[in-house]
């Protein structure tokens, strides 16, 4: 763990001495202030001992005198920083005392007083009284009208770190953006306090697993800094050792990262002297790093040095103590030496518990280092019992953080807690032969981690739009309308940002700081996380002949090295009505299935070939366990998003998986607890149908168009993308012939249409939608795998869509096409997945995306395909029914109108979509016509 720049101010000058006190005392004073600016603690301690007994006599003179006072609180700070804490301890028990009795409780040297005693209980580890001396401090300074002064923020600075050493990162958060927020008002944005909070706020991220952002903040820091103190300042070390942390992780940046250790310690040792708490840190982390390079001599050398260093200075019940001691057994581990490595690893974390209690978010580290250590020594009881405990420990991050935190950050932190969950599944791979019960904490850590992000994001949408509350959902669109126009800015290239004066960096920490709001207020996380869905939750919902299927992607990780490798596995968890516990089928072929075999698959579904391996890969296995099932509820995971598993061809049987199996897809069946019913209920009884767009409409015909179906012209969102750049998309005039025909059907059940075509099918007319029962859209759809190297931002969500009336005119002219000039007053005419979550689609019982390859988009381990089916899923779609691959116009036309015939009569959605892939089969045999669509959700 990091430790981050903390500002102590010195009380050096701020009280007024009386002319009459002894110029001795002067003197040593003045000295002492001398030694406090070059950091040389040691040395103004030994001139303020002289000075203190001349003080007191000074005060025992006269009681109103100030100079005890003044030179007990310089003492107690100067013994901290030296690292002396007994000493401090007692002098600052004296110093609270006199300074109550001199000032009284209402001023600011008070004040400043309780804050540096708050700082005291902090670093030696007792921290309930440090943290009721800061809030003490606050509010004097709160009730003296002095919170927004310089002394103000450092005790806001401390109690911000302090949250964060003790894992409320929420509290922290919000205290550390307050924090620099203030400084930048006080000193500016060149000044070492800045520097400070800053960095601190770095810190933070750092501990949250959001690294982009806490290298971007160490590396701003460290430049002030070292404009502002120079290269020599403990402050400038501090830094150093923070950025050379993180580049610890990254074997690109070994060399730079023990470089920057090296001048940290050379830094701290001359300033600070080899005693000092910092210098144990900077030998830790230098030791780290040694151990990262197999240079595991030095390594140890240095991590014995630092445990001693901090054994003297804290005692051995602190949590830097135990930070060593945890180091030093993950050295033994790498070399071999397990019963050194248990030994350490349990003392540190019975340290870590009794400081800190049982939910810390760095006990996850500590409890997986022990679970993989009895793995090594065969002790898998033992290690079930501790990797479950670090599981546990991240299910409750996830209650705790998450909700703070914007849809990047979350992405970010849950990258980072994925990882544990990987090594966790390459556990049960050597447990469950002997212990098969284990895949039942394998599923339940599925239900409670896949797809979260898009679940979340989705369920603080809803709770935001059905709580009534107006001032809510204001914010909510006003957060809406700023995502609308970053989707226009992020089209744009570095040049023409910086052209049009535009900060990206500034618009999107607005929007996440609105986001991060609204997920606070909607209350989304504490009613989801209350009571966490077991596998027998799920088995509950299952019918009789029914099964669901959890699909599992993860790296298989090396217990020897501490390591993920490249293979990759998957596994496919069953449960049915009468599962005593999970069923495990594993596929090891997992590089193969992501490559090789799925081009194979493709090229098979395009030549209408049915003898390819892919139901023997892909399938098999799985088949075999579900003996008996006629419906299956599919979650899938990597390779499983990009083929239909119904058009696999079972040779043994001469079938298809259709024809065997009614397949449900879900993007977790976690969905059953929420979604499962029996019968599809239109909300709201009407259907907007849009299609056979006129792609080449001109801008003014665009724009008197706008006026015929009474639409707002709202602004451009700019040329998107590098794939389509010169494409002409051709017209589809089968899917106004479609799109009729559904009308049509929807007439005869009494379900109200409007239909939009050609000149009508306006990208305006999507956009103002609101919660139709079906939104049903026949056009081009597009995605670009590869991001375009000249844009600022790559989010995928850009590089999916659907092309409208007017996408012709947006990509022939992309040359000088400028979204934000006067003359282009209307959309584009493409609608990107990104602007698609904004749509308004709570009530939305299903979205027909019928074009070509709407299913696709960029595949993320665990959180599914992030394209048009995320958007249109975020924006509230119940179900959705895209394709995977180009698809056939009059095969799609006829699927399409069947489905629908079907759905209105039975109001059984899936088994209406099933039905309809029969009746189109007997017509075109090959699953490249019937097997291209698939439904997600229910």
Sequence with gaps: MAKYNLILLAFLGLFWVSPGQAQSWRALYDSSDVYWERSEYAKAVKVLEKALPLAKTNYEADEKDTTYALTLNDLGICYTLAGDFQKAEKI????????????????IDFAILLNNIGRFY?????????????????????????????????????????YLKTGRYQESEQLHKQLVSLRKD??????????????????LYTEMGVYSQAIMLFKKALQIRKETLGEHHPDYANSLYNLATLYADDSLKHLEAEEMFKQAIEIRKAALGVQHPDYA????????????????????????????????????????????????????????????????????????????????????????????????MHKNDQAESF???????????????LPFLSEKEKEEFLQSASKNFEAFNSFVLLRQATHPAITGDMYNHQLAMKGLLLYTTRKVRESILESGERDLIQQFEQWQSLRESLARYYQFSSQALSAQHINLDSLEAVADGLEKELSVRSETFSQTYQQPHSWQDVQQELGVDEAALEMIRFRKYNFATKAFTDTIHYAALIVTPTSAYPKLVTLEQGHLMENRLLNAYREDIRQGRQESNAYQYYWQPISEALQGVSTLYFSPDGAYHQINPATLYNPASGTYLLDELQIVHLTSTRDLLTK????????????????????????????????TVSLTPSPSEGAPLRLERGFDPVPLPGTRQELEQVASLLEKHQVASQLYLQEDALEEVVKQVDNPGILHMA???????????EKPVQNPLLRSGLLLTGAARTLQDT??????????????????????MNLNLEKTELVVLSACETGLGEIRNGEGVYGLQRAFTIAGAKAILMSLWKVDDQATQQLITTFYQHWLKTKHKTQAFREAQQQLRRQYPDPYYWGAFVMIGQ
Aim: charged share 20%; glycine share 6%; proline share 3%.
């Design 122 to 162: 902090d670093e030696i580890g007792k921290f309930t009284q440090a943290d009721s001396l800061y809030k003490q401090s606050i509010q004097t300074y709160q009730k003296i009208a002095e919170d927004k002064s310089f002394d103000f923020t450092m005790s806001l600075n401390n109690l911000a770190l302090l």
């Design 186 to 203: 006080i000193v500016g944005e060149n000044h070492a306090a800045y520097a400070a909070a800053v960095n601190n706020l770095a810190g």
């Design 676 to 707: 499962k019913t029996r019968h599809d209920v239109l909300v709201h009884n009407e259907a907007l149908l849009l299609g056979d767009p006129n792609y080449d409409l001109s801008e003014e015909k665009y724009m008197q168009q706008l006026v």
């Design 387 to 401: 990797l479950k405990l670090a599981a546990n420990n991240y299910l409750h991050q996830n209650h705790y953080y």
């Design 779 to 789: 056009t081009h759809g597009f995605f670009e795998p590869d991001p375009d190297p």
């Design 281 to 376: 840190m900077s030998l830790n982390g230098l030791a780290n790093l040694y151990g990262e390079m197999r240079r595991y001599a030095e390594a140890e050398t240095l991590h014995q040095q630092a445990a001693d260093l901090r054994q003297n200075i804290f005692g051995t019940r602190h949590h830097d103590y135990a930070s060593s001691l945890n180091n030093l057994a993950a050295l033994y581990y790498k070399t071999g030496e397990f019963p050194k490595a248990e030994a350490l690893f349990t003392e540190a974390l019975d340290i870590y518990q009794e400081v800190f209690g049982p939910y810390h978010p760095n006990q996850s580290t500590f409890f997986s280092n022990l679970g993989f250590t009895y793995v090594r």
């Design 815 to 836: 040359a000088t096409y400028d979204p934000l000039s006067s003359q282009n007053a209307s959309e584009d005419g493409i609608l990107t997945a990104y602007e698609a």
């Design 92 to 107: 600052y028990q004296d110093a609270l005392v006199i300074n109550k009795k001199v000032l009284g409780e209402n001023h």
